[in-house]
T-cell receptor
Framework: DQQVKQNSPSLSVQEGRISILNCDYT??????FLWYKKYPAEGPTFLIS?????DKNEDGRFTVFLNKSAKHLSLHIVPSQPGDSAVYFC???????????????FGKGTHLIIQP | ETGVTQSPTHLIKTRGQQVTLRCSSQ?????VSWYQQALGQGPQFIFQ???????GRGNFPPRFSGLQFPNYSSELNVNALELDDSALYLC?????????????FGPGTRLLVL
């Protein structure tokens, strides 16, 4: 049972336009959400995060929106640049349930392709 | 500031063998988490070490074990390797054992089991 879902395996966007990557989750205990970017043969690079007490967080060209009632978050990249072409992973974590850390739960990723 | 490093970068083993993967955490971080990423999947949590103690574990069998050293570097050991253990193994470090700490990843070790 996938607790974090990224339903679009790939997304193609023209350079300069907005890229919107979506992520849904099922576990209501998740309280912290992150987006990572991954190039081939490299580890995931942290992009931006958001706590469940907020509904928006912005960092330069990257904005993450959280809709807790819909259990949905999205990453907006404006404007999209060729270097943004990569696989983007949505991840979530929950407060300890008493059994220790559960780590990050990841989606399967969305491959973003920025076309010139 | 030194980032997360992992060694080796690539490894080939045969079924039944044992393997040890190594990770050095980012400067100032005392928590290390290990993940397994199979092809086409997102990383899956194996376990976390905080101040040299296992602090949480995912759904992996006991043949996956680990250690954290006083300098906060860590090892992942896998015994009795199976073909399905072929994957990218990622190490991530963070500055505390809490849930709202951002984890920073190393480049990974790609393991192939034949």
């Amino acid at each position: 049972d996938q607790q974090v879902k990224q339903n679009s395996p790939s997304l193609s966007v023209q350079e300069g336009r907005i890229s919107i990557l979506n992520c849904d989750y099922t576990n209501s205990m998740f309280d912290y959400f992150l987006w990572y970017k991954k190039y081939p043969a490299e580890g995931p690079t942290f992009l931006i995060s958001i706590s469940s007490i907020k509904d928006k967080n912005e960092d330069g060209r990257f904005t993450v929106f959280l809709n807790k009632s819909a259990k949905h978050l999205s990453l907006h990249i404006v404007p999209s640049q060729p270097g943004d072409s990569a696989v983007y992973f949505c991840a979530a974590s929950a407060m300890y349930s008493g059994g220790g850390a559960d780590g990050l739960t990841f989606g399967k990723g969305t491959h973003l392709i920025i076309q010139p | 500031e030194t980032g997360v490093t992992q060694s080796p970068t690539h490894l080939i083993k045969t079924r039944g063998q044992q393997v040890t993967l190594r990770c050095s955490s980012q400067s100032g971080h005392n928590t290390v988490s290990w993940y397994q990423q199979a092809l086409g999947q997102g990383p899956q949590f194996i376990f976390q070490y905080y101040r040299e103690e296992e602090n949480g574990r995912g759904n992996f069998p006991p043949r996956f074990s680990g250690l954290q050293f006083p300098n906060y570097s860590s090892e992942l050991n896998v015994n009795a390797l199976e073909l399905d253990d072929s994957a990218l193994y990622l190490c991530a470090s963070s500055s505390g054992g809490a849930s709202q700490e951002t984890q920073y990843f190393g480049p990974g070790t790609r393991l192939l089991v034949l």
